[in-house]
C-alpha cells in the first residue's frame, strides 16, 4: 500500500539531512504546553541519529503574516526538543539564506539544527522555486515526516522535494499506513463517525465515506444543518445556511446508511452555567440551542461501535469544552476504545476528547494531521507524499 521510499532506503552516514516536521504546537509564554506532535517526530529523529546523520529540522508555527514575529518564533521548541531527546539541539534565527547555510554548514553527524519558522517568509506558502532551492541548499537528503502539512503544496512540504532526494520519514509513513490501509481494505462493518461544527468542511468526506462505509454517523453541529434541511426548525442552534441543500442531497444519496441523532440536549445559553435539559428531535424551542448528542443517541451509536470491525471518527458529539455538554463526546470515545474494531482517530477535537478521557491508548491509530487526514478520508492524494520518490 506504502509505496514510497523512507529513510530506511537511504545512506545516511555522514550525510546532512532536511526533514520536514509538524511542530506546529501551543506555546505560552515561550513554553510548550503540548507537545504531542514534537514527540510523533522522536521515532525519525532517533533513528536519523542512530545511523550518523546531521539533521536540520524545519517546521512552520501558527500563521503569521508571512514575516518574522517573535510570538511564533520556534525557540522554545528547540530547547524543548533537547530535553526530550537529552541532547542539544542548536537554534538559528533563520530558515533560509547565509546564517542557516553556515549553521547547517558546520554541522557535524549526530548534531542537531532547528531553523526559524518557514512561514515567516512569504514563498513558503507561495511555494516559490527560490525558497524550495534555499532550503535544498542546507542538506543532501531531504525528508518529510510531517504528515499534519502534507496536504499543503507549500515551499517546505512539496517544492523542496524537487530538488532533493526526498523520502518518508516514520511519521509519515505510519499515518499513510494506517489511513490508507484501512480505507482500502477495511475490515466489516466499516462505521464512520462524523462530528464537528461544519458540513461545509466534510461534504467530501461524507460523500467519499458514504460509498466505503457501512454506516455513516453523524453528530455535533453539523447535523443541526441536516436537521433544518428536513425543514426542523433549530431555534438558536449553529447551522449552516449555505449547506442546507447540500445537506439534503447528502440524506437522498446516504439512505440506509446515514444516520443522525434522535435526542438533543439543549441550553438556553451558549454557557456551561446555561440550562439545559435533553428533548427528542423536533423543532427546538424559541431561544434554545443543541449542544450534545442525547443518552438515547448516545446508546444507538455506541450500540454500533461495539460490533464494528474499523471505526474512523473525526468530531466531537458535542460543545465537549463546557462539562455539561461533554457527555456524548465521552461516551463515543469509551464506546470506541472499548470496541475490538481497528480505530483511527483524527482532528484535533476528538484527539483531545480521547486525550482528556485517558483512552488514547485503546486506539489503535490517532492521527496527528487534522486537515491532511481529512483529505486523505475525501480520497485525494497528498502533494507532500506525492513528491516524494517511490520505491
Not at 504546553?33 to 529540522?57: C, E, F, K, N
Not at 423543532?283 to 454500533?304: N, Q, Y
Not at 481497528?342 to 492521527?367: E, F, N, R, W, Y
Request: contains cysteine; aromatic residues 6%.
Amino acid at each position: 500500500m506504502f509505496n514510497k521510499k523512507t529513510i530506511r532506503d537511504i545512506d545516511l552516514q555522514g550525510k546532512r539531512i532536511l526533514v520536514r516536521v509538524d511542530f506546529n504546537v501551543p506555546i505560552e509564554n515561550g513554553v510548550v504546553q503540548d507537545d504531542t506532535r514534537i514527540r510523533a517526530a522522536l521515532p525519525t529523529i532517533q533513528y536519523l541519529l542512530d545511523s550518523g546523520a546531521a539533521i536540520v529540522l524545519c517546521s512552520h508555527l501558527g500563521r503569521p503574516k508571512d514575516k518574522p514575529d517573535p510570538k511564533y518564533s520556534l525557540r522554545p521548541v528547540a530547547d524543548h526538543l533537547g530535553r526530550l531527546i537529552k541532547a542539544p539541539v542548536k537554534f538559528v534565527e533563520e530558515c533560509i539564506g547565509p546564517k542557516a547555510e553556515a549553521a547547517a554548514k558546520a554541522l557535524k553527524p549526530g548534531e542537531i539544527l532547528l531553523l526559524e519558522n518557514t512561514r515567516f517568509y512569504p514563498g513558503e506558502t507561495k511555494n516559490d522555486p527560490e525558497m524550495s532551492k534555499a532550503l535544498a541548499r542546507l542538506a543532501d537528503f531531504y525528508v518529510n515526516d510531517a504528515f499534519g502539512s502534507a496536504h499543503r503544496a507549500h515551499a517546505s512540504t512539496e517544492g523542496v522535494a524537487h530538488y532533493l532526494p526526498a523520502v518518508a520519514g516514520f511519521l509519515m509513513e505510519k499515518e499513510i499506513r494506517y489511513l490508507g490501509q484501512m480505507l482500502a481494505d477495511p475490515r466489516h462493518p466499516f462505521i464512520a463517525i462524523l462530528g464537528g461544527a461544519k458540513v461545509s468542511d466534510k461534504i467530501d468526506v461524507i460523500r467519499n465515506l458514504l460509498a466505503k462505509a457501512d454506516t455513516v454517523l453523524i453528530g455535533g453541529g453539523m447535523a443541526n444543518t441536516f436537521f433544518k434541511a428536513q425543514g426542523k426548525d433549530m431555534a438558536d442552534s449553529l447551522v449552516e445556511a449555505d449547506a442546507v441543500d447540500t445537506a439534503k442531497s447528502l440524506q437522498t444519496e446516504g439512505k440506509g446508511k446515514l444516520h443522525l441523532p434522535t435526542d438533543f440536549v439543549i441550553a438556553d445559553g451558549f454557557a456551561a452555567a446555561a440550562k439545559h435539559k435533553t428533548i427528542a428531535v423536533g423543532d427546538v424551542p424559541a431561544g434554545w440551542r443543541v449542544m450534545d448528542i442525547g443518552p438515547e443517541t448516545v446508546k444507538a451509536f455506541s450500540d454500533l461501535v461495539a460490533v464494528a470491525g474499523t471505526v474512523v471518527w473525526n468530531g466531537p458529539m458535542g460543545v465537549f469544552e463546557m462539562e455539561p455538554f461533554a457527555k456524548g463526546t465521552f461516551a463515543l470515545a469509551k464506546a470506541v476504545a472499548e470496541s475490538k474494531a481497528d480505530s483511527i482517530v483524527g482532528g484535533g477535537d476528538s484527539v483531545s476528547a480521547l486525550q482528556q478521557s485517558g483512552l488514547a491508548d485503546k486506539i489503535t491509530h490517532i492521527s496527528t494531521g487534522g486537515g491532511a487526514s481529512l483529505e486523505m478520508l475525501e480520497g485525494k492524494l497528498l502533494p507532500g507524499l506525492a513528491a516524494l520518490q517511490d520505491k
